[in-house]
């Protein structure tokens, strides 16, 4: 039974059947293999610099705390934009808003193949991170719109699997297209970039003939059908916080959110745009096509994680908070281990922590819902993504200084294992708080 289909006979059985379960089937056929593929497309093109990495920084004579900079001042960009960018799409619609964002990050993207020195490359990180900012929280806010609570975070699960296999199958495709150096007289990363960016384009221009804003103007539902799930979701947000935007984020609950999403992206992003170079160190090799396969495992893995964890939760909303805690607990020590374990054992810590960092956030999505609706939510979650994004921003920072001052090969991995430890703490106190109540 493929994936889709077993999702499904979850979405099913969680919703109880009847109009509402065969409108909510139908948004999860329509909307999640779409996007699935942008969440795809949008990781490698983020995150595609860590491959380019060595061969870029040799190539335009860029130092390592450059390109640390240029990697994480993409997320500052992110957070400056990153709430009025979701409020405009609950204002035009996911159709226009998406869709325009992703052909916008596709060229950017496509065009780091130009940069020339570090100045550019800094600056044009920081253009990409503005022209992404509304879109993961706006894909977010779709899956919101689209999926009652007791399907959201199997939803969000869905199209989060887009990273461990932008991952899995983008670390073998960017090391396959590092190997075209040379052709007509441009370097790998050149090639990696334009044939990595521009599939981005292909999918925003069919977005906007795709895409429905809301149930009441899904072309794919019947009239029942979208009775049914506007009043189970107009249900659902009675329960919720309703208030302008602006008092939405003076709240306390949301902050906290807000934080628990920040911390994991410290750790997640401290990982992640070093995993490459990190396999090809303990292979005794450059980042090449057998290193970048090795680097793919524990994104592999993590695969698993994302497509089972969160669907357990949705059987067991009442153990949501301890689920993710969990997880970030196993990413800590994946990540503590790692340095010790040899080879072999270091690239299965690192897919444990892989498995928890993903895992995690599915769940972590539920929680915003629960509280907030309508403008108050979009506002909530870009005010979560942004900072999660200003966090994101100093990751590679954090990482690179704490390599600089104990050059031991263990102590970046040991703080960004912290971090995890302070997320899954944080996480822990919902349970004492509003933000928590989801049973």
């Not at 297209?177 to 050149?190: D, K």
């Amino acid at each position: 039974m493929s994936s889709t289909a077993s999702s499904a006979d979850g979405i099913r059985a969680a919703t109880g059947g009847g109009v509402l379960d065969r409108a909510v089937s139908k948004s999860w056929s329509r909307l999640m293999p779409f996007m699935f593929i942008l969440y795809f497309i949008a990781f490698i093109d983020r995150v595609n610099v860590g491959f380019a990495k060595d061969t870029l920084s040799a190539d335009i004579n860029m130092s390592a705390s450059a390109f640390a900079f240029g990697a994480g001042i993409f997320f500052a960009a992110y957070a400056i934009s990153g709430i009025p960018a979701n409020l405009m799409m609950h204002r035009v619609g996911a159709k226009v808003w998406l869709s325009m964002t992703t052909i916008i990050w596709g060229l950017l993207s496509a065009s780091t193949a130009l940069v020339h020195d570090e100045t550019q490359f800094i600056v044009l990180r920081f253009v990409l991170g503005i022209a992404e900012a509304g879109f993961y929280p706006g894909i977010l806010l779709l899956a919101s719109i689209f999926f009652p609570d007791k399907t959201r975070a199997s939803a969000v699960a869905v199209f989060v699997l887009g990273v461990p296999v932008a991952l899995t199958l983008g670390s073998p495709i960017s090391g396959a297209l590092l190997q075209m150096h040379g052709m007509f007289g441009q370097p790998g990363w050149f090639w990696m970039f334009i044939l990595e960016g521009l599939p981005a384009v292909i999918i925003g221009i069919f977005g906007l003939f795709y895409l429905d804003d809301k149930p009441a103007t899904a072309r794919f539902l019947s009239a029942e059908e979208k009775a049914a799930l506007i009043a189970q979701l107009e249900s659902e947000a009675k329960k919720t916080e309703t208030a302008r935007p602006l008092a939405a984020l003076g709240s306390i609950h949301v902050w906290h959110l807000a934080l628990i999403y920040g911390v994991i992206q410290i750790a997640v992003y401290g990982l992640l745009f070093f995993l490459p170079s990190q396999v090809a160190k303990l292979m005794g090799t450059t980042l090449d096509f057998k290193s970048s396969l090795v680097a793919a495992i524990p994104w592999a893995a993590s695969a698993l994680g994302v497509y089972f964890i969160p669907r357990y939760a949705d059987r067991h909303p009442e153990l949501r908070v301890q689920v993710s805690a969990g997880c970030m607990f196993v990413a800590a020590f994946g990540l503590a281990v790692s340095p010790f374990a040899g080879p072999v054992g270091a690239i299965a810590a690192l897919s444990l922590s892989a498995i928890g960092f993903l895992a995690v956030q599915p769940i972590f999505w539920t929680f915003p819902a629960r509280i907030l609706s309508g403008p108050a939510l979009a506002a909530g979650i870009g005010f979560c993504t942004t900072l999660g994004a200003v966090c994101s921003f100093f990751a590679p920072i954090i990482r690179v200084q704490t390599d600089l001052m104990f050059p031991n090969g263990w102590a970046g991995l040991a703080v960004l294992s912290g971090f995890s430890v302070l997320t899954a703490v944080l996480i822990l106190m919902l349970k004492g708080g509003r933000a928590a109540r989801v049973d």
